[in-house]
């Protein structure tokens, strides 16, 4: 899986991966907050627009491998299978209850997803696995972001939406491009 060496650049590299699973098009600021997207559907088909207003910052986040405990480490040849995303507690170590288990299959999932394989195309198992994550972030005083993002699937459309600093109205509606962030 992803060696230790450059733990701040695999954090953002699913950080990014994650947002993009709920809106595939690039923003300033796609590895640096994971967003906590809400989707929204009528009827029974699958979710086809994703809302975001709130975040969990890059710094609040951290990855975590597992291991033996130090005395039994030089005696086992323990490789881990699998790396956990979570958040962090005031002491910096990552959270066991608020945590995502990334194994084999959710990694190639977010590298297919990362590499624009669309939504409808992924398996509903990993899609629960995240969505129940970024549920669980919730409760977890997440921030709010500046502006929301707004992505609709079925009309690949893409949209933030500034408010005015009080929340209650709103300043000014920007469609987003695929082609990077704005």
């Known amino acids: 899986m992803l060696d230790e060496g450059d733990d701040d650049g695999h954090l ?4 990014e991966a994650i947002n993009r699973c ?3 098009h690039r923003f300033a600021g796609i590895d640096e907050k994971l967003c906590l997207w809400i989707g929204h559907r009528l009827d029974e088909q699958p979710t086809k627009s994703f809302v975001a207003s709130e975040c969990i910052p890059f710094i609040r986040l951290g990855l975590r491998r597992p291991r033996p405990p130090d005395p039994l480490a030089d005696a086992l040849d323990h490789v881990a299978d699998h ?3 979570g958040l962090r507690d005031d002491a910096g ?3 066991r209850h ?3 288990r990334i194994d084999a299959a959710l990694f190639d999932t977010l590298w ?3 590499s624009g394989l669309p939504r409808h195309l992924i ?3 990993e899609l629960n696995r995240l969505d129940s994550f970024v549920d669980r972030l919730r409760g977890a005083t997440p921030e709010n972001l500046p502006r929301f993002l707004i992505y ?3 009309h690949v459309a893409s949209s933030a939406v500034q408010l005015s600093a009080d929340r209650g109205r709103y300043q000014r509606v920007d469609r987003l491009h695929q082609d990077g962030p704005t």
């Open 12 to 15: 953002r590299w699913l950080i």
């Open 22 to 24: 709920y809106f595939p």
């Open 83 to 85: 790396l956990l995303l």
């Open 93 to 95: 170590a990552v959270s």
């Open 98 to 100: 608020l945590s995502l």
């Open 112 to 114: 297919s997803i990362r």
């Open 123 to 125: 398996n509903p198992g």
């Open 152 to 154: 609709n699937a079925e």
